[in-house]
T-cell receptor, first 112, second 115 residues
Framework: RKEVEQDPGPFNVPEGATVAFNCTYS??????FFWYRQDCRKEPKLLMS???SGNEDGRFTAQLNRASQYISLLIRDSKLSDSATYLC?????????????FGQGTILTVHP | EAGVTQFPSHSVIEKGQTVTLRCDPISGHDNLYWYRRVMGKEIKFLLH????????ESGMPNNRFLAERTGGTYSTLKVQPAELEDSGVYFCASSPVKWTPGEAFFGQGTRLTVV
């Protein structure tokens, strides 16, 4: 079983749509959770951290459910520029504080 | 401010040859990481330097891979001898000493093809 699992998609949505991505992680001792974004043939970039209380950054909302080991990302009012691969990322903390564990990524294409 | 830079951007080598990848982290970043993405798989951690010391090298696949960070500035990752399965994109990332866990700044990667 993969440590971090995501639906690879692709998700094809029209501009203005709301789209949600899900992610599950296998290690219950995981400490920190993130969504990264990666444009085609570019480097991954941190989109947002994910907290148990849920957090929002503009059109993006992230949620964490520790009991279910489940992370989500909601994008409202999709823009063409949101087209990218969204990576669910987990960190164990402790002596592995520098190690990020990535999911395979979910591909999003927003079309006119 | 310059970001994380990696060199070369692309490399094509024959099986059995040696390749050395270089990473220059953001100036002042003590933490430096190497990651790799092979075709069709997720990005995987290779190792983590704090200054010149290896903090965590649990992701290094085998002893054909050697990472160094002499002087705690730039880092090199040498693959010797290269095998076909080493093909992929090698990312370097860095972060400062006091940083938000998980916020690593990635370079654009070196695309390695072993033929």
């Amino acid at each position: 079983r993969k440590e971090v699992e995501q639906d690879p998609g692709p998700f094809n949505v029209p501009e203005g749509a709301t789209v949600a991505f899900n992610c599950t992680y296998s290690n219950s001792a995981s400490q920190s959770f993130f969504w990264y974004r990666q444009d085609c043939r570019k480097e991954p970039k941190l989109l947002m951290s994910v907290y148990s209380s849920g957090n929002e950054d503009g059109r993006f909302t992230a949620q964490l459910n520790r009991a279910s080991q489940y992370i989500s990302l909601l994008i409202r009012d999709s823009k063409l520029s949101d087209s990218a691969t969204y990576l669910c990322v987990v960190n164990m903390g402790g002596t592995s504080y520098g190690k990020l564990t990535f999911g395979q990524g979910t591909i999003l294409t927003v079309h006119p | 401010e310059a970001g994380v830079t990696q060199f070369p951007s692309h490399s094509v080598i024959e099986k059995g040859q040696t390749v050395t990848l270089r990473c220059d982290p953001i100036s002042g970043h003590d933490n430096l990481y190497w990651y790799r993405r092979v075709m069709g798989k997720e990005i995987k951690f290779l190792l983590h330097f704090v200054k010149e010391s290896k903090q965590d090298e649990s992701g290094m696949p085998n002893n054909r891979f050697l990472a160094e960070r002499t002087g705690g500035t730039y880092s090199t990752l040498k693959v010797q001898p290269a095998e076909l399965e080493d093909s992929g994109v090698y990312f370097c990332a860095s972060s400062p000493v006091k940083w938000t866990p998980g916020e690593a700044f990635f370079g654009q990667g070196t695309r390695l093809t072993v033929v």
